[in-house]
């Protein structure tokens, strides 16, 4: 059984958008939060985004105002809509929840799925 299964990366040009999608099982969205990190080759991973069981969101510096999350409750959905891509956030991303308390303005996510590969070229 797959708890939380992403979908929607892809290979964009520089500018471009792309969609991810998060499905999760109902006992893992279950009233919890959610959120999306990435990691790159040779990179430490980076905390995306969050967003609460109320909806309440979260973003780091480094994609503040380009990527947006979101969720669905009624489909056990969460998304990130990544506008203005750069070449930079090439990386594998994945959909994570089980937040954990940190020093920084994301949680810490104990839980992720197996994640998909966002490409983008200058």
């Known amino acids: 059984q797959v708890d939380l299964m992403e979908s929607g990366g892809g290979s964009v040009q520089a500018g471009g958008t792309l969609r991810l999608s998060c499905i999760a099982s109902s006992s893992i969205y279950n009233s919890r939060c959610m959120g999306w990190f990435r990691q790159a080759p040779g990179k430490e991973r980076e905390g995306l985004a969050s967003?609460?069981?109320?909806?309440?969101?979260q973003y780091a510096e480094a994609v503040n105002g380009r990527f947006t999350i979101s969720r669905d409750n009624a489909k056990n959905a969460v998304y990130l809509q990544m506008n203005s891509l750069k070449p930079e956030d090439t990386g594998m991303y994945y959909c994570?929840?089980?937040?954990?308390?940190?020093?920084?303005?994301?949680?810490?996510?104990?839980?992720w799925g197996q994640g998909t590969q966002v490409t983008v070229s200058s």
């Open positions: 967003i609460g069981a109320r909806g309440g969101t």
């Open positions: 994570a929840t089980d937040c954990r308390v940190s020093d920084g303005p994301l949680p810490r996510f104990m839980r």
